[in-house]
């Protein structure tokens, strides 16, 4: 009767080519951060924004005054990396417009950059998307969501992929 040959050195051969392979692969890095870590840019108006629970007990920040701005920050896991598509969840329960740009700052001076506004001018829920290909990515700066809410306009999370 003739043996069949050792597999085991093949087969582990095999998985580290497969590993090597699979750890060069760029994986895209999602986060989500709640609406509630928005704040409130306008002077006039502090006090005004009421972070409160929502239905799946999901926190978000909404708008009880007639007009208000709010910036929310963007968590990337590196200054280095590119940040590549933003989603801001927002929702409308008046017909009031609602707009909101990615914008990106530089750490050491004023020099910014922003994209182009996305909006919700109608009663309801949305997912405004907005593509960073043609936003500066400053070294070491920042990159944020401003959003103008009308009365009862709200900002619900921001997802991002880097």
């Known amino acids: 009767m003739k043996r069949l040959p050792r597999l085991g050195s093949l087969t582990g051969a095999i998985v580290l080519c497969t590993v090597l392979t699979l750890s060069n692969v760029a994986v895209a ?3 989500v951060i709640p609406g509630a870590m928005c704040q409130n840019t ?13 239905e799946y007990f999901n926190y978000f920040i909404i708008n009880g005054a007639s007009l208000m701005t ?33 914008f990106s700052q530089d750490g050491g001076s004023n020099a910014y950059s922003q994209t182009g506004s996305q909006s919700l001018s109608g009663v309801g829920t949305a997912s405004l998307h907005f593509a960073t290909d043609g936003l500066q990515h400053y070294g070491g700066g920042s990159f944020a969501v ?13 997802r991002t992929q880097e």
Request: aromatic share 12%; net charge neutral; charged share 20%.
């Open 29 to 31: 890095d999602n986060k």
């Open 42 to 54: 306008v002077a006039s108006t502090f006090g005004n924004p009421e972070p409160f629970r929502g």
């Open 146 to 158: 401003r959003c103008n809410l009308g009365e009862y306009g709200s900002v619900r999370s921001i």
């Open 70 to 102: 709010v910036a929310c920050p963007i968590w990337r896991a590196s200054n280095s990396s590119t940040l590549d598509h933003v989603w801001v969840r927002v929702e409308n329960l008046q017909a009031e417009p609602l707009f909101c740009w990615v």
